[in-house]
């Protein structure tokens, strides 16, 4: 799938970015629904709704950054806006990319 110049998607995260070619982004901001601390985590997509605890939260997270990696270019930028509690996690994930 090719990207028009300054367009911008609305559509679930992970399967427009499995579609996209890779390094074809200069930049991929990700705005994740926080994990609020509930036992269970309620992730929507591909018309089927599935509870989630923190690690399958946070796996679910992993497979969306791998995927923005893939998909932005070498001097491309990725922006994740998550809630402060997660952070560390967050750059665990993004550690083993880069």
Known sequence: MQISPNALYQADCLSLLERLE???AKLVYLDPP?????ATFVLEG???N???DFDG???WLSQIINQAYRV???AGN?????EPRI???IRLIAEDLF
Request: aromatic share 14%.
């Open 34 to 38: 926080f994990f609020i601390g509930d």
């Open 72 to 74: 932005t270019a070498p």
């Open 78 to 82: 990725i922006i994740i806006h998550t």
């Open 57 to 59: 939260y946070l796996d």
């Open 50 to 52: 599935r509870e989630v």
């Open 46 to 48: 591909n018309n089927q």
């Open 87 to 89: 952070n560390s996690y």
């Open 22 to 24: 890779s390094d074809s």
